[in-house]
Structures are given as structure tokens and as C-alpha cells.
């Protein structure tokens, strides 16, 4: 079985267009088989006409997937048990049918995020001040290594938050 590798602009800053090229993908015959680092895996098949669609819930159970089996949405993977995406035919009925749900969704993320992100900036503050004091070579060491890692971790929060933050403003400035 052929595998691809698609890389990912990041979900909070491009979810529609990703959606978008999955399906695609999909109609030229490889269809998203799970996430893969930075990106997705797609496996080859069929070319299939297809939609995929997003959600964001933490921990699901059973019963979320089955409303949406229910509504004709097949789970295809998940990531941190927090994201999930969906395949549907070209004629399911979105999972997100009005604006209100949308700004919800994005709320929710944004909230999780801005406070993985606050929680890490109040570390790597402190690891810039710790920076200032005099220590010994390889202590300074550690805390330079320590404070790139929390600099990485707060990217990667940071910049989900902010895309997230965006898209709810400008939803509710559009509705």
C-alpha cells in the first residue's frame, strides 16, 4: 500500500483550506489515513468525492461518534484525543451548520490554547531572568537548552491561540 506525506499550514490559521486539499487528495485517489508530524498521512485508493470536516472535543465518547455516523460522517483519525477529523459524501450535511457553533468552537480552542500559552510565557519569563543572574557554565547551559525547549513549546501554542483568536473576531465581526 502507497503512502504520501501532505504537510500542514496549522489548523488554527488554515483548517477550510486543508479541508479543502484533503478532499482533493481524495478525488485523485489518496485519502487521509491518520495525522503524521506537522502534517498527514494519506494512503492510495479509489479516487473518491468526498467532504472532511473538523472537530475539536477532548476525550469523546462513544456517543459523540455515533451522532456523527448518525449524520453521515465517518471518523477518519484523531490526534490528542482532541482533534478529530471526519469524511463525509459531498451531500452530508455540515458538522457546523450555523456561525454561533462556529465561534464556539474556536472559542473553546482559543481559551485551551491562550492558557497553555500564558502558562508557558510566565516559564519562559522566568527562564530570562534566571539568564541574567551569574551561574556556572554548564548550568547556564541547562537553562539556555530548557528555555529554547519552553521558546518551542510557546510557538506552538502561542501561534494556534493567536490563529484561533483571529478567526472567532472575524466571525463575529461578520455576523
Excluded at 64 to 90: C, L, Q
Excluded at 149 to 174: A, H
Amino acid at each position: 500500500m502507497k503512502r504520501k506525506y501532505m504537510s500542514s499550514w496549522g489548523l488554527a490559521f488554515a483548517e477550510e483550506r486543508e479541508m479543502r486539499k484533503l478532499e482533493q487528495m481524495a478525488a485523485r485517489g489518496w485519502h487521509l489515513e491518520k495525522f503524521a508530524p506537522l502534517g498527514y498521512s494519506l494512503v492510495e485508493g479509489e479516487p473518491m468525492d468526498v467532504q472532511y470536516s473538523l472537530d475539536y472535543r477532548k476525550r469523546p465518547d462513544e456517543e459523540y461518534f455515533e451522532m456523527f455516523a448518525a449524520s453521515g460522517w465517518e471518523h477518519v483519525t484523531s490526534t490528542g484525543d482532541e482533534i478529530h477529523i471526519f469524511k463525509g459524501r459531498p451531500d452530508a450535511r455540515p458538522i457546523y451548520s450555523d456561525r454561533d457553533t462556529m465561534i464556539a468552537k474556536y472559542a473553546t480552542e482559543e481559551r485551551q490554547m491562550g492558557r497553555a500559552a500564558l502558562t508557558l510565557l510566565v516559564v519562559w519569563l522566568g527562564f530570562l531572568l534566571m539568564l541574567q543572574l551569574d551561574w556556572s557554565s554548564m548550568i547556564r547551559t541547562v537553562i539556555i537548552l530548557v528555555h529554547l525547549l519552553i521558546t518551542i513549546g510557546l510557538i506552538f501554542t502561542g501561534l494556534p491561540y493567536l490563529g484561533f483568536l483571529m478567526k472567532r473576531k472575524w466571525m463575529e465581526r461578520d455576523s
